[in-house]
Structure formats: structure tokens, C-alpha cells
């Protein structure tokens, strides 16, 4: 469910676009980068790929930072 969200912020991003997701090597965080030359797709790919990190992990919350 992870990858298919990553898949779908990368294909809306387009080729002008960047994703990463990444573990912190610092602290107990999941780190996303979703750039797009849409904002709307920007956040709407972050937001997803959040979700589906949480469901995948289990975590009811949003956490931040």
C-alpha cells in the first residue's frame, strides 16, 4: 500500500517532480518530500503517502515536525 502511494505522488509529480521517503537517521521519524510543480499535487501526494505510512506502521497520529 506504501510503494502504490509513492508510485501515485511520483506520477502525479511528473517530470518536473521529486519524491523521497526516507527514515530519519536522527530521530523516530519517516521523512517525505513530495515536489511538484503543482502545489496541489504536492500535498495531496504528502498526505497520502503519510496515511498509507501510518497504516502501514500502525500509528493512529499524525505525529510532526
Known sequence: FLRA???AAAEAAG?????LVRYSGT?????????SPSREAAERGCAAIAAAAREAL??????GG
Open 5 to 7: 502511494a509513492m508510485a
Open 15 to 19: 517530470p518536473r517532480g521529486r519524491l
Open 27 to 35: 530521530e523516530p521519524k519517516l521523512r517525505i518530500l513530495v515536489e
Open 58 to 63: 500502525g500509528s493512529p497520529s499524525a505525529g
